[in-house]
């Protein structure tokens, strides 16, 4: 099946600094992407959606100066959380959509683990 | 808006008996729904959906799910329980389809406990 590859799987970082998160289709391209978080024994919230060659949509509440969106080419976007605090910390998972093998499904990336100190 | 309702954040079977996961709806308009399972640190992994036609899907590892309209359900079963179905699943709901790329709304899961 399709393979969402996502790293790091986890980074532990300093308060203030800012942290880089990548989430590549390994075989397949994806003209959308989504980002979500997800908060211990919680569900998936929606952060934005991330679309190739043009802005992020976010969605409310989400600041888009704090998690910045690049989706530069059809298998890579990534997520840089800015000026990290520790209410940051949180699980980040990115997923894409395979628009030529499967319609309606995403694949979903591993996950990453942000601990910011 | 659409949202979706997990029944039971934990759920705890014997091996060998049967798993019920329960998910109800709530759509203005006729949903897609999905079953993700999440394993510890890993992203989630699509056991089955329903979109048209059928209403009883069948998934990966056995898991299978009924769409019921009028009771806004769609209930996550599977006749056997494994040691390896002990994980997170997530029921989810979208209402505009679009080839992949649609929004989702994920219900809160349900961690499912296999005792051996």
């Known amino acids: 099946g399709a393979v969402v590859s996502q790293h790091p799987s986890r980074v532990i970082c300093k308060s203030g600094t800012s942290v880089k998160i990548e989430c590549r289709s390994l075989d397949f391209q994806a003209t959308t992407m989504f980002w979500y978080r997800q908060f211990p024994k919680q569900s998936l919230m929606l952060m934005a959606t991330s679309n190739e060659g043009s802005k992020a949509t ?17 298998t890579l976007s990534t997520l840089t959380v800015t000026s990290a605090h520790p209410e940051d910390s949180s699980f980040y998972i990115c997923s894409a959509g395979d628009l030529e093998r499967a319609k309606n499904i995403q694949y979903f990336g591993a996950g990453t683990r942000l601990s910011v100190l | 808006a659409q949202s979706v309702t997990q029944l039971g954040s934990h759920v705890s079977v014997s091996e060998g008996a049967l798993v019920l996961l329960r998910c109800n709806y709530s759509s203005s308009v006729p949903p897609y729904l999905f079953w993700y399972v999440q394993y510890p640190n890993q992203g989630l992994q699509l056991l089955l959906k329903y979109t048209t036609g059928a209403t009883l899907v069948k998934g990966i590892n056995g898991f299978e799910a009924e769409f019921k309209k009028s009771e806004t359900s769609f209930h996550l079963t ?9 994980a997170e699943y ?17 219900g809160t899961g349900t961690r499912l406990t296999i005792i051996p």
């Open chain 2, 90 to 106: 997530f029921c989810a709901v979208s209402v505009y389809p679009n080839f992949g790329n649609e929004k989702l709304t994920f």
């Open chain 2, 78 to 86: 599977k006749p056997s329980a494994h040691m390896s179905d002990a």
């Open chain 1, 58 to 74: 976010y969605e409310q509440g989400v600041e888009k100066d704090k998690f910045l969106i690049n989706h530069a080419s059809l």
